[in-house]
């Protein structure tokens, strides 16, 4: 078998309920390793929330945060396929205006190392596993260019209408990607960013053709990784629009192991 890439989503892909990696998935994901395929994280999350699952796998290859608007390879800082993309300044500041709105509980903007947040109260102990520590207090005086501004919602049905605003208000400006977990997330980037971006970053840096790329993901923010792979694959949660375009379905959800069953099964790896 040719060697892959194997691009993994974590909110409701890797990750279970819990937000946790199961060691079933740790033990694919190390064999997959060990038959000399190449796994790489792609995935909303910024940097800060993604790079403890990053350790638990043991991973050493390239990782796409922010569904696609960074993508690096941690501890090489001189990587030359790294790229970076950013909102302007004044773009932050019109969009937590939007904190006003009675359908957001929560806006917050990912500047390099720093988080700074609408309001002291952080609700959402998956996204800030630091809780309030972990950000800064917004002000208008801040002059940054931020990778992402999220907006968080109480529920999906929200989440949809924030998103249909902002469309409204600054659709050529920027792009836009949902996503989920215990905290529904509305995530703002700049225009023309996708995670496809990064996974054929990474698959130029490892010379892999687009036939060799495996991707696995369930939510909006998946749909062009999911296209581009040469090999698609939705999670049995996955949402109607990501299954309608994949090549496959997973078996199982990812809270029973869809991932690394599934993998086990196409690469013939023993489970334990």
Same mark, same amino acid.
């Given at each position: 078998? +040719?060697?892959?890439?194997? #691009? =993994?989503?974590?909110? $409701?892909?890797?990750?279970?309920?819990? *937000?946790?990696?199961?060691?079933?998935?740790?033990?694919?994901?190390?064999?997959?390793?060990?038959?000399?395929?190449?796994?790489? =994280?792609?995935?909303?999350?910024?940097?800060?929330?993604? &790079?403890? /699952?990053?350790?638990?796998? @043991?991973?050493?290859?390239?990782?796409? %945060?922010? +569904?696609?608007?960074?993508?690096?390879?941690? %501890? /090489?800082?001189?990587?030359?396929?790294?790229?970076?993309?950013?909102?302007?300044?004044?773009?932050?500041?019109?969009?937590?205006?939007?904190?006003?709105?009675?359908? =957001?509980?929560?806006?917050?903007?990912?500047?390099?190392?720093?988080?700074?947040?609408?309001?002291? &109260?952080?609700?959402y102990e998956d996204f800030f596993p630091d809780g309030s520590e972990a950000?800064?207090?917004?002000?208008?005086?801040?002059?940054?260019?931020?990778?992402?501004?999220?907006?968080?919602?109480?529920?999906?049905?929200?989440?949809?209408?924030?998103?249909?605003?902002? =469309?409204?208000?600054?659709?050529?400006?920027?792009?836009?990607?949902?996503? $989920?977990?215990?905290?529904?997330?509305?995530e703002i980037v700049a225009a023309g960013v996708q995670k496809a971006m990064?996974?054929?970053?990474? #698959?130029? &840096?490892? %010379?892999?053709?687009?036939?060799?790329?495996?991707?696995? $993901?369930?939510?909006?923010?998946?749909?062009?990784?999911?296209?581009? #792979? @040469?090999?698609?694959?939705?999670?049995? +949660?996955?949402?109607?629009?990501?299954?309608?375009?994949? %090549?496959?379905?997973?078996?199982? *959800?990812?809270?029973?192991?869809?991932?690394?069953?599934?993998?086990?099964?196409?690469?013939?790896?023993?489970?334990?």
């Open positions: 078998m +040719n060697k892959k890439l194997i #691009a =993994i989503d974590l909110d $409701g892909t890797t990750l279970n309920e819990q *937000t946790t990696i199961d060691p079933l998935t740790i033990h694919v994901i190390q064999q997959l390793r060990k038959q000399g395929h190449i796994v790489s =994280i792609v995935t909303g999350r910024p940097y800060r929330t993604s &790079y403890q /699952h990053y350790d638990t796998l @043991g991973l050493d290859t390239p990782i796409v %945060n922010f +569904n696609g608007a960074w993508c690096h390879f941690p %501890n /090489h800082a001189d990587w030359a396929y790294a790229y970076h993309k950013y909102l302007s300044t004044d773009l932050m500041h019109d969009l937590f205006q939007l904190k006003d709105k009675k359908e =957001i509980q929560l806006i917050s903007a990912e500047v390099g190392h720093h988080v700074y947040t609408s309001s002291p &109260y952080v609700p950000a800064e207090p917004y002000t208008k005086d801040l002059q940054a260019q931020p990778t992402a501004v999220n907006a968080f919602t109480p529920s999906k049905h929200l989440q949809h209408k924030i998103e249909k605003q902002i =469309i409204k208000d600054y659709g050529d400006k920027v792009e836009i990607r949902t996503w $989920g977990g215990k905290a529904p997330c509305v990064g996974v054929e970053k990474i #698959a130029d &840096y490892y %010379n892999i053709p687009q036939k060799d790329i495996i991707a696995l $993901g369930d939510e909006d923010n998946d749909y062009e990784m999911i296209q581009f #792979a @040469g090999h698609g694959v939705a999670m049995k +949660n996955a949402i109607p629009s990501i299954k309608k375009i994949a %090549n496959d379905i997973t078996d199982h *959800t990812n809270d029973e192991q869809g991932l690394a069953r599934y993998l086990a099964k196409y690469f013939g790896i023993e489970l334990k």
